[in-house]
Antibody, heavy 125, light 106 residues
Framework: EVHLVESGGDLEQPGGSLRLSCAAAGFTFSNYAMSWVRQAPGQGLEWVSAISATGDDTYYADSVKGRFTVSRDNAKNTLYLQMNSLRADDTAVYYC??????????????????WGQGTLVTVSS | DIQMTQSPSSLSASVGDRVTITCRASQSISRYLNWYQQKPGKAPKLLIYAASSLQSGVPLRFSGSGSGTDFTLTISSLEPEDFATYYCQQSYRVFTFGPGTKVDMK
């Protein structure tokens, strides 16, 4: 059974830094791309970042580009999100998710098929 | 960037009702469209991927259709456990979520 557990969420001051972790189990972590998605209190889902299976390719939403860095350690089955220059609008529950995919009509369609329970990041003075 | 819209933003329905939620992309995304269900305090759950493929374990009352820019999620007969918020998501260019549709009890 796939199991994703996020940790590292905390109360941090504006301008500060936090590193989130996502421990993976129940699947071959090194074979899958991974993603971070966040949800501000009472708001919808916002995609934050993604990383390829090898870690060679990374992607970011414009709202976090230049401030957040996604990485992974395939030997430790762990995904990370380094968050710098935190702002009040970064306050959210942060979820990690496995990126699944399927081949349909010569194209690979990606989706988020397994999610962690989330970790809360609060940015406030 | 690809923008996603959903309509309605909320709806009230009764058990047994047929419910339809629409999602529109700002440009053609072929069939790179997924649907998720989220209940309060819980992580989202994948329902439909590639516009119309049912994720394993998801009840057959859920179905998806569409391609290009216009997509639909249909619940054929609403069950009590279906009251939740539903999000569409494009995966044509990285990921973007729609704003969500909250389905509550009439």
């Amino acid at each position: 059974e796939v199991h994703l557990v996020e940790s590292g969420g905390d109360l941090e001051q504006p301008g500060g830094s936090l590193r989130l972790s996502c421990a993976a189990a129940g699947f071959t972590f090194s074979n899958y791309a991974m993603s971070w998605v966040r949800q501000a209190p009472g708001q919808g889902l916002e995609w934050v970042s993604a990383i390829s299976a090898t870690g060679d390719d990374t992607y970011y939403a414009d709202s976090v580009k230049g401030r957040f860095t996604v990485s992974r350690d395939n030997a430790k089955n762990t995904l990370y999100l380094q968050m710098n220059s935190l702002r009040a609008d970064d306050t959210a529950v942060y979820y990690c998710a496995e990126i699944g995919w399927t081949q349909q009509e010569l194209v690979a369609v990606q989706f988020l098929d397994y999610w962690g329970q989330g970790t809360l990041v609060t940015v406030s003075s | 960037d690809i923008q996603m819209t959903q309509s309605p933003s909320s709806l009230s329905a009764s058990v047994g009702d047929r419910v339809t939620i629409t999602c529109r992309a700002s440009q053609s995304i072929s069939r790179y469209l997924n649907w998720y269900q989220q209940k309060p305090g819980k992580a989202p759950k994948l329902l439909i991927y590639a516009a119309s493929s049912l994720q394993s374990g998801v009840p057959l009352r859920f179905s998806g259709s569409g391609s290009g820019t216009d997509f639909t999620l249909t619940i054929s007969s609403l069950e009590p456990e279906d009251f939740a918020t539903y999000y569409c998501q494009q995966s044509y260019r990285v990921f973007t979520f729609g704003p969500g549709t909250k389905v509550d009890m009439k």
